[in-house]
Every structure is written in C-alpha cells, then in structure tokens.
C-alpha cells in the first residue's frame, strides 16, 4: 500500500526566504508526482506535474524534483511572499486497474510572515 | 478550459433530507472522481468512474450514490447522511491516456454541513 508522508508538518518563514517542502513516498511504482496548494475550506489548485520519466519540473517561482528511485519529492519555493502561505500537498498517481489513483500526504501548512 | 466546476458551494441538510451534488467538466476528461475532506486532512478518495461506469467505490456507505450521466457530469445523491459526514466535498476530473497518465484537475468543492 502507497504511502506519502510530508515534512515538516509546517513551517514558517519571513518573507522573502527560499523554502523547500519535503515529500517521500513508499512504492516507486508511481505514474506521477503532483504538487497541490489548498487555501483554507477552498479546493485543490495543481501547481506541478513530474512524470515519472522526469527530474523536475519548474513554473515561476516554484521547482520540484523527483527521485523516483529514493522515493523523495522536494517543492523549492524561492523568494517567498505572504500570498505562498496555504497548505501544500504532495500526491502520487498509482495505477488502480484502468484508473489512476491519487495517495496524498498529509500537507505542509505554510504560513510566510510580512 | 482547464476548470472543474462545483455546485453548490454550501449546503446544509438534515439527516432526513435528499440532496445532490454536482460536478461538471468540459475538458473531454474520461475519468471523473469524488473526494471527501475533512478538516485539516488530506482528501480521501470515495469513487471514480471511467468512461461513466463505476470503477472504483471505496468502501463508501451507500447513504451516497454516485451517478455520471455523461461524460462530462457527475453528481453524487446524499439521502440520510450521519453529521460526521460534514466535510468538503471535492471533484475531480483526468485524462485516462498514457501520455497525460492522469493528472488530475480539482474543483472548489462543496462545503456541506449535516444537522
């Protein structure tokens, strides 16, 4: 059974700090990696995708890497702004017959200080 | 259009009550799928259907039916719901080819409140 565990559980920073958010996952059987961001009581917007084929994956002000191999996941947040402050959440995609089944963690709350 | 959309955004309803739950999706996604979130959790999968047939039920307690008309809806029928099943309700909607291998697309989810 897939298993994703996130560290650390949450995290502070001052604005304008560069963070990086941890994710490890059991079976390196996956499809892809996702990393979600929720505001409170909202729904889940995507803010990367790695293939499993890939390394890394890179939009704006965020990078994740993958090492399937390790199992492990970093989201690099860099230069971060109180508007970053939400909880993040990292998913793998395994297979589950002819669908693809999403196992997440259990997030990082992330709050960044003005 | 990347966007899954949910209606209604609340919902409170008795234990008595029927109510649905919708989800629609116009990004030719095959696969369709509902989560349920509670509070300071990560969303738990409840169904998933492919090419509109149920693939997938976790266990779920049959006080929720889902049903997907076509393929680009979802709904999920609530009858004589328990308060501990208050929670966010999220849909969300996939690709099911092996280039796109699943990322899936969330909408806002539904807040529902049991009383």
């Known amino acids: 059974k897939q298993e994703v565990t996130q560290i650390p559980a949450a995290l502070s920073v001052p604005e304008g700090e560069n963070l990086v958010l941890n994710c490890s996952f059991t079976d390196s059987a996956i499809y892809n990696l996702q990393w979600f961001r929720q505001d409170p009581g909202k729904g889940l917007t995507s803010l990367l995708l790695?293939?499993?084929?890939?390394r890394e994956q890179t939009s704006g002000r965020l990078n994740a890497s993958l090492d399937k191999s390790s199992g492990r996941s970093t989201l690099y947040i860099a230069a971060s702004q109180p508007g970053d402050s939400a909880t993040y959440l990292c998913?793998?995609?395994?297979?589950?017959?002819?669908?693809?089944?999403?196992?997440f963690g259990k997030g990082t709350l992330l709050t960044v200080n003005p | 259009d990347t966007e899954v959309t949910q209606t209604p955004k609340h919902l409170v309803m008795g234990m008595t009550n029927k109510k649905s739950l919708k989800c629609e999706q116009h990004?030719?996604?095959?696969?369709m799928y509902w989560y349920k979130q509670k509070a300071k959790k990560p969303p738990e999968l409840m169904f998933v259907?492919?090419?509109?047939?149920?693939?997938i039920n976790e266990s779920v307690p049959s006080r929720f039916s889902p049903e997907c008309p076509n393929s680009s809806l979802l709904n999920l029928h609530l009858h004589a719901l328990q308060p501990e099943d208050s929670a966010l309700y999220l849909c969300?909607?996939?690709?099911?080819?092996?280039?796109?291998?699943?990322?899936?697309?969330f909408g806002p989810g539904t807040r529902l409140t049991v009383t």
């Open positions: 969300a909607s996939s690709q099911l080819d092996l280039i796109a291998r699943g990322e899936q697309y």
């Open positions: 790695i293939q499993s084929s890939q």
């Open positions: 998913a793998v995609t395994s297979s589950g017959g002819s669908n693809y089944k999403l196992t």
């Open positions: 990004m030719g996604h095959r696969a």
């Open positions: 259907y492919s090419y509109e047939k149920l693939s």
